[in-house]
T-cell receptor, first 111, second 110 residues
Framework: KQEVTQIPAALSVPEGENLVLNCSFT??????LQWFRQDPGKGLTSLLL?????REQTSGRLNASLDKSSGRSTLYIAASQPGDSATYLC??????????FGSGTRLLVRP | NAGVTQTPKFRVLKTGQSMTLLCAQD?????MYWYRQDPGMGLRLIHY???????AKGEVPDGYNVSRLKKQNFLLGLESAAPSQTSVYFC?????????FGPGTRLTVT
């Protein structure tokens, strides 16, 4: 069974800290790897998408990496802010364009 | 340009009742998906469609049916609701490698 695991399940950091969220997956034959943000009671916002041929993507203070050989992806958030508080979900897409999600990391950035 | 919309936003059902959730998109995407999200979990795929008139089962299809009679609409039906179907339901559309999500429907079955 294809699985996606996110560690840690929850994280609390003081404002300004750099942090890393981890995502691991069991099947290296991925099409792409996506990171989403979800605010409480809201839908999903796409943050970064890494194609299988890429190793990383950057957007502002966010950087996502992909290592297919080890089945791992990381989301790096620089200089965290209280507005970054949300749940972060990673999802792998297979060759039939279906997404398989991890359970998410709940991030709290304390002022 | 509304993107992806879902109707209704909230619903409370009694066990055994039926209902249909509507997903509509104006992005002209071929692919459409229905997911459910339970507390503390990621999204799980219920059913999906790769084009008008086609549907396929996802990871958790039992208790649900779907129809894609028009390209822009994807309907999710619950014929006989059960408390285990209490969840938040998300619709998504995609052109292949990327999916765009609706705001969700919060369903409670008592």
């Amino acid at each position: 069974k294809q699985e996606v695991t996110q560690i840690p399940a929850a994280l609390s950091v003081p404002e300004g800290e750099n942090l890393v969220l981890n995502c691991s997956f069991t099947d290296s034959a991925i099409y792409n790897l996506q990171w989403f943000r979800q605010d409480p009671g809201k839908g999903l916002t796409s943050l970064l998408l890494i194609q299988s041929s890429q190793r990383e993507q950057t957007s502002g203070r966010l950087n996502a990496s992909l290592d297919k050989s080890s089945g791992r992806s990381t989301l790096y958030i620089a200089a965290s802010q209280p507005g970054d508080s949300a749940t972060y979900l990673c999802a792998r897409m297979d060759s039939s364009y279906k997404l398989i999600f991890g359970s998410g990391t709940r991030l709290l950035v304390r002022p | 340009n509304a993107g992806v919309t879902q109707t209704p936003k909230f619903r409370v059902l009694k066990t055994g009742q039926s209902m249909t959730l509507l997903c509509a998109q104006d992005m002209n995407h071929e692919y459409m998906y229905w997911y459910r999200q339970d507390p503390g979990m990621g999204l799980r795929l219920i059913h999906y469609s790769v084009g008008e008139g086609t549907t396929a089962k996802g990871e958790v299809p039992d208790g649900y049916n779907v129809s894609r009679l028009k390209k822009q609409n994807f309907l999710l039906g619950l014929e006989s609701a059960a408390p285990s179907q209490t969840s938040v339901y998300f619709c998504a559309t995609g052109r292949d490698y990327e999916q765009y999500f609706g705001p969700g429907t919060r369903l409670t079955v008592t």
